[in-house]
């Protein structure tokens, strides 16, 4: 169990900055989710933590150890840091059984050969492929191999887990297995874990921590939930969540001595504290879910009509995408909403779940009752 | 940290072994490249001791203009080059055509015998490339040059004309009956990689068949077909069996032949001065065929997901092509062997009968009274030949292994680097060789070790210097299938070593090397199969010491002891066969693969 700090860490392709300038402490035993969209950077972080890839500039250190610092020209290779990668392919060598497969650390690091023998069955046996020693890899299936890659890596009890994109192959049903599987791994064996990937459903329901990057650099840095409800700025709001975030683009009003936001279609009025006055005039988006309206099928009291393009029905929920004037929005409810494309139903904003991001810097601007003032990270 | 400790991190962040490697090869393919450029430049303005006459007050070792003067203001090198250019258009176009014409019936017809002709098509690139050129001096010689006469005046009465028996119409037909291969293999492939979802859309659009192989199939079939034009001239212009024994007899020279007559009456000035032409048009094609394969890339799409294949119906005509165009590679295979053989069996040449038969010169003794009475033991007891076969063996092998080691190596740091700029400079660097036409490739080596020069001492008339030019030469084959098999291992199951502590040779022995054992063993078909049958790059290297298979056969030819030289080619023939047929059956190894890159 060791924590991972980076410090200022870049990695640059030519002209291209795969990583940059990129600090982060993810802590020891945590479950930590590196989260994008691809080409984001996360791959390459994860592969410069392996000691794979060589940053271009920055730290890395693992636990106490200093395992990279260009600045003091320091660069411990990838076998001698302690770590074990699941690569996204698995990467089972074709021509060893799956008991060499997961053997081959410990030969490499001269292990007895009883201990081998007996490391190996144990690890096979928590990964429930104690039956498999014997077969090649391509005997496998892909749920299979997942195991052996993971056992391959666990049989060397690593400080650190790093698992890159490793349930991307395999089916939706299988995936969901998986992901149980992998948490029940992580309490077990209390190491730290980095996790890559670019599904955002994965990202919350596996990890402790989430690490959202775009283009090189980071964007949010919290806890798992947090992400969800408190998006850094417009990239994370838009990233996080499916259906994709509502974005209202609109300006700041003060009208007899209300606030209201005002956009074309929709005007809102808000109660912000006085200090929020900098802002009148000013353009800002307003970043809304799908459930964080309120739907009416009849007129209410503060409900603005809207009118039906399509239903989407769910399963648990139903999506609604409805029309206000020039914005289309996406809503959900979970009762039937008893209506067709064309019909009308009322929505309300929930005031406490309104997002408002500055045009400019993409920060979020702490604003609405329950979310109010709360600058994050 | 100590400063030293911090310099060795320093190296190990930027320096990788397959970036050594990378620069290691980078390092000798230059020196084998470009350094002999340089030193065949600098010959072409000395004057050479037997020159002393031609250039009046000059001395051996001064500087002189005389050389390049004299080509440019002469007429000597115009017919030659003139020559030369007429050969390898001819060949590129007709390569082409035969080429592409039977890839198109065998990959896009419903033409029977596909599997037989295909095979067939690809043998006359297995043989040697003069064995056509044997065999047509058998069947058309003619007496006007003197010797005897040829199967065909002995068959019908009738001398074959000059123009029918030796000069420009057999050097291109032999050349072409050769190379055309090349042309079936490389268009057929670009048929098959087309994907035929982008034929499908056209049908469904409205095209008819007739309009998608016009505007579809061609426009992206062009690139490949001026590619293999470009390969085919690029090889024509190389190449010195065909123009030296059919070209001789009627004083018809080409580059490659007055490049060797240059050399051996030392006028080397002049020799590299044709070399350095030569080069030029390699280079020259090495150019716009990169240009060619960049458009390439960017629009012919490989997905083969669909099993279908535009085929086109042939009607009742299928049987009747199938059946002709079966004989037809069956002749071209199988008629150069067999003529060759019957020659070697008739004791006086040019009288085809049964009486005339004999084994004098496969096992005869040495005899001044049997048959040509040539004083020279029968092929397969004579001392010379047999050594000759034996060094063709050795070279063969070493080459083999040399290059499939090399190309595994270099195929390693390519992909292990794909994306930089040392990757793509590696792999140029390691297509030159096969871009300089072999017999300027043997006056490179000739001019770059011959003399002593720095660490590396005089190698001519060595056997290493035969290893290292064929080495050096096949290397673009080697390099290119070493290429494609490291492709199919990803960069992970090596990284998965990597995090297991796994150093680079462990990973290489443990992990790399036995996934790669097949491709390895079948990728050293191609090279020993070329190093078998090399005429043009060693011709011009071997000594006495180091005479081989082909390059005996020459000696004999020149004697007018055909039936000698016939003898040699057949063995060299059933050598090359054997082991291609061998390979395919134990490997599974796909010559036409390799083939081309």
């Known amino acids: 169990m060791s924590k991972i700090v980076l410090k ?90 799956v008991f060499e497969n997961i053997a081959f650390g410990l030969k490499i690091a001269k292990v007895k050969k009883a201990e081998v023998q007996k490391r190996v069955e144990e690890t096979a046996e928590v990964l429930q492929i104690g039956e498999l020693l014997k077969r090649y890899p391509n005997e496998l299936s892909g749920g299979q191999q997942q195991r052996v890659a993971i056992a391959r890596v666990l049989v060397m009890r690593p400080q650190v887990l790093l698992l890159d994109e490793p349930l991307s192959n395999l089916d939706a049903k299988l995936r969901m297995d998986m992901r149980a599987e992998l948490k029940r791994l992580h309490s077990e064996m209390g190491s730290t874990v980095v996790y890559v990937t670019h599904d955002q459903l994965e990202a919350l329901t596996l990890s402790t921590h989430v690490a959202i990057m775009d283009r090189g650099t980071l964007q949010q840095w919290s806890p798992s939930m947090v ?45 912000v504290s006085e200090d929020l006055v900098r802002l009148v005039g000013r353009p800002v988006t307003l970043g ?62 929930k005031p406490e779940k309104m997002k408002f991001f500055d045009e400019d810097e993409k920060l979020i601007i702490g604003i609405g009752s329950t979310y109010g003032r709360k600058e994050v990270a | ?34 350094v002999p450029l340089l030193v065949m430049l600098k010959e072409t303005v000395l004057v050479h001791p037997m020159e002393r006459f031609q250039i009046p007050g000059a001395m051996p070792g001064d500087f002189t203009w005389h050389h390049w003067k004299t080509v440019l ?53 297995i043989m040697p490339s003069w064995t056509m050129t044997l065999a047509w001096i058998t069947i058309f010689k003619n007496q006007r040059i003197g010797g005897t006469q040829g199967i065909f005046q002995y068959l019908t009465g009738i001398e074959p004309p000059n123009w029918l028996a030796y000069g420009m119409l057999p050097i291109i037909i032999c050349l072409t009956l050769h190379y055309f291969p090349f042309g079936f293999m490389l268009i057929g492939r670009a048929l098959q990689n087309i994907d035929s979802q982008l034929e499908e859309s056209a049908e469904l659009l409205g095209a008819s068949r007739w309009q998608n192989m016009r505007k579809i199939i061609f426009p992206l079939v062009l690139p490949t077909i001026f590619s293999t034009f470009l390969l085919t001239f690029s090889r024509g212009l190389g190449t010195f069996g065909a123009p030296s024994f059919l070209g001789g007899p009627v004083r018809l020279y080409v580059l490659s032949t007055l490049l060797h007559s240059n050399l051996v009456g030392q006028r080397t000035g002049m020799a590299y001065i044709i070399a350095l032409i030569m080069i030029a ?118 080459t083999a292994l040399i290059c499939g080691t090399a190309g595994m190596l270099i195929g390693y740091a390519v992909v292990r680097l794909r994306g930089t700029r040392t990757a793509y400079l590696l792999n140029n660097l390691s297509f030159v ?42 290397l673009p084959y080697a390099a290119r299938s070493g290429i494609g098999a490291m492709m199919q291992i990803g960069p992970e199951l090596e990284e998965a070593g990597e995090m297991a502590g796994a150093g680079w040779l462990q990973r290489l022995r443990k992990i790399v090397f036995p996934l790669q054992k097949g491709p390895f063993f079948s990728g050293l078909l191609l090279p020993f199969i070329s190093a078998m049958r090399e005429l043009s790059l060693v011709v011009l290297l071997v000594a006495p010491g180091t005479q ?23 063995l060299i023939v059933a050598v090359v066969l054997i082991l291609e047929y061998i390979s395919r059956r134990l490997l599974g190894t796909d010559l036409a693969k390799g083939i081309g890159g």
């Not at chain 1, 250190?61 to 074990?84: H, K, M, N, T, Y």
């Not at chain 2, 030369?84 to 592409?100: E, N, P, Y």
């Not at chain 2, 020259?284 to 960017?298: E, F, G, I, N």
């Not at chain 2, 020279?376 to 063709?392: D, H, K, M, T, Y």
């Open chain 2, 281 to 398: 048009f390699g280079v020259l094609v090495l150019y716009m065929d990169s240009k060619v394969l960049a458009s390439r890339r960017s629009f012919v799409t490989i997905s083969g997901k669909s099993g279908y294949r535009g085929v086109t119906s042939l009607g009742k005509l299928s049987k009747p092509i199938g059946i002709v165009v079966l004989a037809l590679m069956a002749l071209v295979v199988i008629v150069p062997v067999v003529v060759l053989a019957i020659d070697s069996v008739m004791l006086l040449p040019g009288r085809y009968e049964l009486s005339n038969f004999s084994l004098h010169y496969w096992i005869g003794p040495a005899s001044s009274t049997i048959g040509l009475g040539t004083n020279v033991a029968g092929v397969l007891r004579n001392p010379q030949i047999l050594e000759a076969f034996g060094n063709s063996l050795k070279l063969s092998l070493a």
């Open chain 1, 227 to 271: 992400v969800y409800n408190q998006p850094a700025n417009v990239f994370t709001a838009d990233f996080i969540g499916n259906p994709r975030i509502n974005l209202v683009q609109g300006v700041f009003k003060k009208e007899q001595e209300r606030f209201v936001f005002a956009a074309p279609g929709l005007e809102l009025p808000l109660d």
């Open chain 2, 548 to 570: 081989l298979a082909t390059t005996i056969t020459i000696r004999y030819t020149e004697r007018g002891w055909t039936a000698y030289a016939n003898a040699v080619m057949i």
């Open chain 1, 8 to 97: 200022n860490l870049a990695k640059h392709f030519g002209a291209v900055k795969a990583v940059d300038n990129l600090t982060l402490e993810i802590p020891a035993g945590s479950f930590t989710t590196l989260l994008g969209p691809s080409g984001c950077g996360k791959t390459t972080t994860l592969r410069m933590i392996a000691g794979l890839e060589t940053p271009t500039d920055g730290e890395i250190w693992i636990g106490d150890q200093c395992v990279f610092s260009r600045r003091e020209g320091r660069f411990v290779p990838a076998g001698d840091r302690g770590l074990g990668l699941v690569f996204q392919s698995y990467a089972l060598w074709p021509h060893l059984t």
């Open chain 1, 288 to 349: 809304l879910r799908a459930e964080d309206f309120t739907l009416s099928t009849t007129p209410a009291e503060g409900f603005l009509a809207a009118e039906v393009e399509s239903v989407l029905p769910a399963g648990s929920e139903w999506f609604v995408r409805v029309r206000l004037g020039e914005l289309a929005l996406m809503t959900s409810t979970t009762y039937d909403p008893q209506v067709d494309s064309g019909g009308t139903l009322w929505i309300q904003v």
């Open chain 2, 73 to 125: 203001t002469s007429p000597t090198l115009v017919k030659p080059l003139m020559n030369s250019l007429i050969i390898a258009v001819s060949l590129g176009l007709l390569s082409v055509l035969v080429g592409g014409i039977l890839a198109w019936l065998v990959v896009r017809t419903d033409m029977p015998f596909k599997k037989a002709i295909s095979n067939l098509a690809m043998i006359p690139y």
């Open chain 2, 433 to 474: 060789p096969y871009l300089i036409p072999s017999i300027a490739f043997g006056s490179i080596f000739l001019a770059l070790f011959g003399v002593p020069r720095g660490p590396i001492p005089g190698l001519y008339g060595t056997f290493t210097l035969l290893v290292l030019a064929c080495s050096v030469k096949y």
């Open chain 2, 1 to 34: 940290m100590t400063t030293v400790g911090r310099l060795i991190g320093r190296i190990r962040m930027k320096s990788s072994p397959e970036r050594l490697l990378a620069v290691l090869f980078m390092i000798v393919l230059a020196y084998v490249v470009f």
